[in-house]
């Protein structure tokens, strides 16, 4: 063990700048550390952060402090959570191998390869100050979840990195604040929520909340705290409540719970004014074990009455990131709503730090209860990671990633259940479709039919919870573009643009041997072998037969041509293949030519429907460009070919075959759609105005509708209806809804959609 960084064992950051405030700052740490780390353990600890600060001597934070001060409080924020020592170590180096010249053998060589591994996941891709700031964090984000899914404490030395970074945000300037705390909001609370890691997710959330609306939050915590201030109730609750317990023999404690402010802000934000958002009273019980649990809501509903709808048993069921605990809200003679949680201590600790407990120092000293539900969370956790790792597999592009781990954070679950019983947790508005692909890819690829609880219903039909879900499939069905427009899952959606880039490759690869053969066979009187023989080797290089096929789709969709791939084909092997001597090609006589002006290398991104990265070619008839601003897509066999809206074949393309489409650099400019249709059902009182709410639930307005009876008892009725809603699929979607929703109609027909 090599002393010398102990040789300045009183004061150990003398020799730094800034020594006095890195002195204070690891005093603090320590203080925290010591109460349980071992001595030996201090002892690395030290160590470790006199490595840091001799890293990191010399830089600054925007405060002018020493940079040694960030490190330092993060890895506090970790021991305040009672980390191990691993994850202390890399919260006091997280920022060395990014920020410095230190390199990872170095690093290994002086703590290890774990705590290397764990600050190299933390650590960003962005060195280069060229890169793209959105490409920048997206690339990193990705690398960091890429780690978390073999350490997932990577992602709660990152947690802990962001709140400090949130906790000094105040030396940014106004557009940084900004942007970092609506990312903190976007990403990172709703990573620690998703993890049950509420100490970190109710902190990020109160504090972007604080920059994103600096006045609002200033006016509500004034009120809010001048409000939680009393304790009146409080103390009614436990004088009436202690007695009962005691008479049972039950130890328990009854605390007030204080609400964050983005909480309250949020329930303020559902219209409720700041008296109703606040008008329950939060409390805590606490108590020894789980039929104690049960005991004290059976005194507290013996106590005051019960609010119908408003009782949840998570010990029973747990959530899905291992919370447990008895929800209930009760109201007091005086009409003041309790809002209560019943837990244990060992509940509470999981409830408190989800995951974190897993790797508490003391929990493993603790008793086999919290390590088994911890064990179970850790199970849950990594399932959903295992999931993101996945994800990831299916796409290359980091922001695309990005955008799709956004979209899953945002929704809250529901639970659903298989035929056989199994629950399913999907995020909220989920679909048929995306319960087939949560179960496995191939059902998803070959849905036909779904039944909820019995019935069928629409594939786009939002799933609510508990409802019981199975799957009709068909072998040849396939997915379809109009499915991007609903499933709410990122692995649904994932799954759906791998099969339809798929589908593009296979179409590509048929046309470009199409299109090679017709040359060989023109200039050389012979096509192309099974083994596509001819390809073998391409600008030099031994091709394997993946490699060929890219030169096929090269071909297919006419960004190389048949003559500039033989151009690069040795003599040769054309004689072996073709079986002829080839003093000359007609290749080796021209000219390298340009490709066509139509097929750009995708330097402007376009969205198709919601979706980037759907595969597509630019029409030859009217050659859109970012300039000709509006345009609309054509689904094709393959592709989506984009045409300008004003082109005078768009007129020609069927209905069900357009599709919206926009330059992804433009503001989204929403046109209103006026759809023509006539529906034909049965005469029966009440249609007309179930199929007026089916409009406005897709928000239509009707603008006229013309009535005609057909006899035998049927009516046709010819609707003319106007929609901002710019989806050119929602003829298809109200006719799958109407049909489902309202058996009377017979028929229904889209005579014009513009």
Avoid at 41 to 63: F, I, N
Avoid at 101 to 118: N, S
Wanted: charge should be neutral; glycine fraction near 4%.
């Amino acid at each position: 063990m090599n002393p010398a960084p102990l040789a300045l064992e009183y004061q150990p950051f003398a020799v730094f700048s800034g020594a006095q405030t890195l002195q204070a700052a690891y005093d603090d740490l320590a203080a925290e550390l010591k109460k349980y780390l071992d001595p030996e353990d201090m002892e690395k600890m030290l160590r470790c952060a006199v490595y840091g600060a001799a890293a990191h001597e010399g830089q600054k934070r925007q405060s002018g402090e020493p940079y040694f001060i960030h490190p330092i409080a993060v890895c506090r924020i970790l021991a305040r959570q009672r980390f191990d020592l691993p994850v202390l170590q890399a919260g006091l180096l997280h920022d060395v191998l990014e920020d410095t010249i230190v390199k990872k053998t170095d690093m290994a060589a002086e703590f290890g390869e774990e705590v290397t591994r764990l600050v190299d996941g933390v650590s960003k891709l962005d060195r280069l100050k060229k890169t793209a700031p959105q490409a920048a964090v997206a690339d990193s984000f990705r690398k960091m979840f890429l780690a978390t899914s073999d350490d997932p404490r990577v992602l709660i030395i990152k947690l802990a990195d962001r709140l400090h970074n949130m906790q000094t945000l105040g030396v940014m300037r106004r557009d940084k604040q900004y942007r970092i705390a609506k990312e903190t909001m976007e990403v990172y609370a709703p990573i620690a929520s998703r993890l049950g890691l509420y100490y970190f997710s109710i902190q990020l959330q109160d504090l972007a909340f604080s920059y994103l609306y600096p006045w609002r939050h200033a006016v509500l915590r004034k009120r809010y705290l001048e409000h939680f201030a009393r304790n009146e109730t409080l103390d009614r609750v436990k004088g009436a409540l202690q007695p009962r317990l005691q008479a049972l023999g039950v130890k328990a404690s009854i605390n007030k719970r204080q609400r964050h402010l983005w909480g309250v802000y949020e329930r303020m934000g559902r219209k409720q004014s700041f008296r109703e958002a606040i008008r329950t009273v939060p409390i805590r019980i606490i108590t020894d074990n789980e039929d104690n649990c049960y005991r004290i809501l059976g005194s507290l509903h013996g106590l005051y009455r019960p609010v119908h709808g408003k009782f949840e048993d998570y010990i029973a069921a747990p959530k899905s990131n291992g919370y447990r605990s008895l929800h209930t809200s009760v109201l007091m003679p005086d009409g003041i709503m309790l809002n209560v949680q019943i837990r244990t201590r060992d509940m509470h600790t999981l409830a408190e730090a989800g995951i974190i407990s897993v790797w508490h120092q003391y929990a493993k000293q603790r008793a086999v209860q919290i390590e088994a539900h911890s064990i179970e969370a850790e199970k849950n956790m990594r399932e959903w990671l295992s999931r993101l790792k996945e994800i990831q597999n299916l796409t290359d592009d980091p922001l695309q990633f990005y955008d799709t781990i956004k979209k899953e954070l945002v929704s809250n679950e529901i639970s659903v259940y298989t035929p056989k019983g199994d629950v399913i947790d999907l995020p909220r508005h989920a679909t048929p479709v995306d319960f087939a692909y949560h179960i496995h890819s191939d059902i998803g690829n070959t849905i036909a039919i779904a039944k909820v609880n019995g019935k069928v219903v629409p594939l786009d039909y939002q799933l609510h919870n508990g409802e019981s879900i199975s799957i009709v499939r068909d072998k040849n069905n396939k997915p379809k573009p109009i499915w991007l427009s609903f499933v709410a899952t990122s692995k649904a959606r994932e799954y759906i643009r791998q099969y339809i880039n798929r589908e593009e490759r296979e179409f590509f690869i048929t046309k470009g041997r199409d299109i090679l053969n017709a040359y060989l066979e023109k200039n050389y009187g012979k096509g192309l072998d099974k083994e596509l023989s001819i390809l073998k080797n391409v600008d030099g290089a031994v091709l394997d037969t993946k490699q060929k096929e890219d030169i096929l789709v090269q071909i297919g969709n006419l960004s190389r041509k048949p003559s500039s791939v033989l151009k690069v084909i040795s003599d040769q092997i054309i004689s072996e293949v073709l079986g002829e001597k080839i003093s000359e090609t007609p290749e080796k006589k021209e000219k390298t030519e340009k490709k066509p002006a139509n097929f750009s290398e995708n330097s402007t991104e376009i969205l198709i429907g919601k979706e980037k990265n759907i595969p597509h070619k630019i029409a030859q008839c009217c050659h859109p460009t970012p300039e000709t601003k509006k345009i609309i897509g054509a689904i094709g066999q393959g592709t989506v070919t984009i045409h300008a809206l004003d082109c005078p074949n768009v007129e020609k393309i069927d209905l069900d075959r357009r599709i919206p489409a926009q330059w992804a650099n433009q503001p989204l400019e929403k046109d209103k759609i006026t759809i023509v249709m006539e529906v034909i059902f049965k005469d029966k009182r009440g249609i007309l105005m179930r199929l007026t709410e089916h409009f406005y639930n897709f928000d239509i307005n009707v603008l006229d509708f013309k009535i005609e009876p057909m006899g035998g008892g049927l009516v046709k009725d010819i609707f003319t209806l106007e929609t901002e809603n710019d989806d050119y699929y929602i003829f298809e979607r109200l006719e799958q809804r109407l049909k489902f929703d309202i058996p009377e109609i017979t028929e229904m027909n889209l005579l014009s959609l513009k």
